[in-house]
């Protein structure tokens, strides 16, 4: 993973980790197809339909990799907006210190979707704003304070992610949870 992410470096790296009863038995490198590859990943679908093929085999998908070529080794609002498998966790690896690179997981969980009134006291209530174009998001941290509306949805350990796609769209909630992993 670190070899495949200085090979892309200054673009974000990406890849598949493959793996049975939580103990991981392969990794497939991806190329990044994202119209901006500097600060977003997207794996190219031959990869992915590779991975499909998997669970013939006996495996399932057990991670999902990604590099940060400058910021930590922690999701981005964009991450967690992209974050559709709940189940498998998110390795992001940071070579902002290329010497020194450093991977961390996370599991990304949606645990709410805001619709109608209750996403419109979100848009008054919390400064969501665009990170890019057609994504507007805010990050709260498991320190600060909730509103009446997230407090009983938000785990008090969890930092969390408000995303959305679209103007009046839903609001998702998802909660940023570090994977125990034993990296060897």
Sequence with gaps: MIAHARAQYPDEACGLLR????RVTGFLPARNVSPTPRSDYEVDAETLLRALSWEDEGDDLIAIFHS???????????????????????????????DVPELKGYFLRPEAIFRGEQAAILRREIPL???????????????????????????P?????????????????IAVQPADILLR
Excluded: C, M
């Design 157 to 173: 350990e969890a930092d969390l992610y408000l995303v959305y796609d679209r103007p009046n769209g839903p609001i998702r909630l």
């Design 68 to 98: 940060h070529p400058a910021s930590p080794a922690y999701p981005s609002l964009i991450d967690a907006a992209k974050a559709f498998y709940p189940d498998s966790v998110y390795l992001i690896l940071s070579l902002r210190a290329p």
């Design 129 to 155: 704003q665009q990170v890019r174009p057609g994504l507007w998001g805010h990050r709260l941290a498991s320190t600060e304070p909730k509103t009446p509306l997230l407090a009983p949805r938000a785990r």
């Design 19 to 22: 793996g049975r009863a939580g």
